[in-house]
């Protein structure tokens, strides 16, 4: 049996915000950049809901990242 992981676009921006924290990833690169650190069968599922909201593989990282929900104090 095969187990699949759902990633929420809340998890794929928790885990970029942690790779570009590292130093692993540039703001400025595309967000196929993120394959290269996510494992490749879980990949069309990171694809998948980034498609739904309306994300291209080709935006940056900072578009993915500038979409933050901020709380104010």
């Not at 498609?51 to 940056?60: A, G």
Request: charge should be negative.
């Amino acid at each position: 049996m095969v187990t699949s992981i759902r990633y929420s676009l809340d998890a794929i921006q928790d885990e970029t915000r942690q790779l570009v924290e590292q130093g692993k990833i540039g703001r400025q690169q595309p967000i196929y950049t993120l394959c290269q650190y996510i494992p490749v069968s879980q990949w069309q599922e990171v694809e998948r809901e980034l498609e739904l909201n309306e994300y291209l593989l080709r935006d940056r990282i900072i578009d993915l990242l500038a979409r933050e929900k901020w709380q104010n104090d």
